[in-house]
Antibody
């Protein structure tokens, strides 16, 4: 069973860049049957899909965040990462990394990380 | 941008049946959207209950079922239990690599 663990600073100053890493264990980030993604939930609000990356490095982003978001993959460390630039208080949220199973007409989240709270504040 | 719509809140009596729906602000939901449903309880990571419209994830009780009802995806809980009280989110694949979550339904069991 794949396990995911988010890591990174819990506090980021406004206008700076938020950086998180998701470490994958129990599976390979080179999997051709998975996408690797980030999802967030601000306090009191719903889940928001941020974006995804494939083992090839191809990415897709939420159009509303695309100008500020970068997702990268490090196959040597079995990790993938998220950067959100020019953050504001609106980026304060619990951030989850997740894997999406892909194949045979299916596409869904089959593994979730535990989530990490990132607060944007001076 | 297309919005994925869900009932903000619903309630069900213990042992009762409730259906949550997932629609689009423009158009109909179909199996091509690969509708999934996840359960999100406070302080816990989300858990995928249903994927590919009607496939239960491993370990999910069979009182949870998914379907397409009319022009929406639906999650039905038959024989609701107290610990089903939670937030439920649908997520749709919109094409071009983009997925969109619905706003969520807060389900109360009382």
């Amino acid at each position: 069973q794949v396990q995911l663990q988010e890591s990174g600073p819990g506090l980021v100053k406004p206008s700076q860049t938020l950086s998180l890493t998701c470490t994958v264990s129990g599976g390979s980030i080179r999997s051709e049957s998975h996408f690797w993604s980030w999802i967030r939930q601000p306090a009191g609000k719903g889940l928001e899909w941020i974006g995804r990356i494939y083992t090839s490095g191809n990415t897709n982003y939420n159009p509303s965040l695309k100008s500020r978001v970068t997702i990268t993959i490090d196959r040597s460390k079995n990790q993938f990462s998220l950067e959100v630039s020019s953050v504001t208080a609106a980026d304060t949220a619990v951030y989850y990394c997740a894997t999406w199973a892909y194949g045979s007409g299916s596409y869904y989240v089959d593994n979730w990380g535990q989530g990490t709270l990132v607060t944007v504040s001076s | 941008q297309t919005v994925v719509t869900q009932e903000p809140a619903l309630s069900v009596s213990p042992g009762g049946t409730v259906t949550l729906t997932c629609g689009l602000s423009s158009g109909s939901v179909s199996t091509n959207h690969n509708p999934s449903w996840c359960q999100k309880s406070p302080g816990q990571a989300p858990r995928t209950l249903i994927h590919s419209t009607n496939t239960r994830s491993s370990g999910v009780p069979d009182r949870f079922s998914g379907s397409i009802l009319g022009n929406k995806a639906a999650l039905t809980i038959t024989g609701a239990q107290a610990d089903d009280e939670s937030d439920y989110y649908c997520v749709l694949y919109m094409g071009s690599g983009i997925s969109v979550f619905g706003g969520g339904t807060k389900l109360t069991v009382l």
